[in-house]
């Protein structure tokens, strides 16, 4: 089974009008309202992909409501530990250019977070659980130094995907797969990157570091995957970009998914690349008959 974790899950709520007057009343054209939060999206592509999984972290109140309601329409597991305060709503205002106000989320308390820690302790060898995305406030990301030791300790494999500190953390525990993209492997060791060689090198020093497979997502320019045996590039496909959200998500989805399934790096990049490209693509997240169709036009070379 695969688990996904979101420590701060969110309504991601998308208002959409053709400008945005500061200081005065604005009324949009049209919104949405969706489950939000990476690990959430990683589960929702996974269930259009017909990819089991269960959803995990911490939710509550009203808008926490919204969310594990809306999961379990798509026919999503969860198993949720639920918490006092309200579950965070994070506005996306789409008006030429794209703003975000995020929430700050929930306070968790010392028993909700045990509640959790039980849960990926009660993990085995058949599990992989993804990681991903930023922890309540008051928990910090260096919680993350505390729950996947748990999930690793039951025999689960991990896949985590972080920026920076967070993800260089993480790399202690072996994970699967990592997945920054150019801009944050360059930050991570305050290096320029100059074409696919510079990305291979550096990717590679995260492989030394202790992962599996890195991925690195490069926007419009493709993405590479290295391995421990070859890296692979996947070159970029076609299309008019709608969305910026959940586009890293969806390629984590898909690599996971497959490998999980075939344990086959390639074709695991292939479905990751197709998933990523279709969300790129897409209003919202993708949909399972788009996600093929993108699949049949991603190329990837052996470098």
Known sequence: MI???TLNPSIDFIVRLDSLALGSVNRMDSDDKYAGGKGINVSRVLKRLDIGNTATGFIGGFTGRFVEEGLVEEGISTNFVAVTEDTRINVKIKAGEETEINGAGPTIIPEQLAELEAILSGLSADDTVVFAGSAPANLGNQVYNTLIP????????????FEGQTLLDSLAYEPLLVKP???????????????LADIEKYAREILAKGAQNVIISMAGDGALLVTPGAAYFAKPIKGTVKNSVGAGDSMVAGFTGEFVKSGDPVEALK??????????????????????ETYNKVEVEKL
Do not use: M, P, R
């Open 181 to 195: 993209n150019n801009h944050e492997l360059a930050d991570i060791f305050g290096v320029e990157l100059n074409g």
């Open 271 to 292: 479905w990751g690349v197709a998933c990523g490209t279709a969300t790129t693509f897409s209003d919202d997240l993708a949909t399972a008959d788009f996600i093929k």
């Open 150 to 161: 748990l999930a690793k300790k039951a025999g689960a494999q991990v896949v985590c995907d």
């Open 3 to 5: 688990y996904t974790v």
